[in-house]
């Protein structure tokens, strides 16, 4: 079965700074996605990025960008030039490319800009 | 688009009595997914639809809870009884399908809390 840890449970940093959450998972596919998830207070879970892993390239997305590392089964996330509207959890979440198509989510990460 | 819609917000009930959730997917999405999250983690899945049939059920305790989608549009998730532990939010989502890596779109979310 397929497994995604974050072993942040909470990150804080200062308006405008650069911040890199963390994700590790374990599978043994070798075609599958990648997400990052935000959840912000009203409990939408809003979809930040995707990476496919099949794509060498890092995926980005305006101020968020990934490093996608395979072999290393690693995916983390980095937000820069941080804005207060960015405080929420962040859900990493895996499916595989095919048969039971389940996204498998994360722990979280709970992150708090500060003013 | 429209986005998914979930009611209601939140439910409070007491313990050993039924409760319903609904789901009103994004128009022309084939799959629909029902979460549930604990406090302070990630959301698991309960079940997936593809359009009107259940494909994957197997966390949902089916010994107390129930869902349907009829006509392959809106869905029901229901739980009859609640138990104490019941209290979570319940997700509700939508894609074209996970086999093209096409996201997942959630909703708000119902909180229910049992007492």
């Known amino acids: 079965a397929q497994t995604v840890t974050q072993s942040q449970p909470e990150m804080s940093v200062q308006e405008a700074e650069t911040v890199t959450l963390s994700c590790t998972y374990d599978?043994?596919?070798?075609?599958?996605?990648l997400f990052w998830y935000k959840q912000p207070p009203s409990r939408q879970m809003i979809l930040v990025i995707r990476?496919?892993?099949?794509?060498?390239q890092n995926a980005t997305e305006n101020r968020f960008s990934v490093n996608f590392q395979k072999a290393a089964k690693s995916f983390s996330l980095k937000i820069s030039d941080s804005q207060l509207g960015d405080t929420a959890m962040y859900f990493c979440?895996?499916?595989?490319?095919?048969?039971?198509?389940?996204?498998?989510f994360g722990q979280g990460t709970r992150l708090t800009i500060n003013p | 688009e429209a986005g998914v819609v979930q009611s209601p917000r939140y439910k409070i009930i007491e313990k050993k009595q039924p409760v319903a959730f609904w789901c009103n997917p994004i128009?022309?999405?084939?799959?629909l997914y029902w979460y549930r999250q604990n406090l302070g983690q990630g959301p698991e899945l309960l079940i997936r639809?593809?359009?009107?049939?259940?494909?994957?059920d197997s966390q949902l305790p089916k010994d107390r809870f129930s869902a349907e989608r009829l006509k392959g549009v809106d869905s029901t998730l229901k739980i009859q009884p609640a138990e104490l532990g019941d209290s979570a939010v319940y997700l509700c989502?939508?894609?074209?399908?996970?086999?093209?890596?096409?996201?997942?779109?959630f909703g708000n979310g119902t909180r229910l809390t049992v007492t």
């Open positions: 639809y593809e359009n009107e049939e259940a494909v994957d």
């Open positions: 128009s022309g999405h084939n799959t």
């Open positions: 979440a895996f499916v595989r490319f095919q048969g039971a198509q389940k996204l498998v």
């Open positions: 989502a939508s894609s074209h399908g996970l086999l093209s890596g096409s996201p997942l779109h």
């Open positions: 990476q496919e892993a099949y794509k060498q």
């Open positions: 599978t043994s596919e070798n075609n599958y996605y």
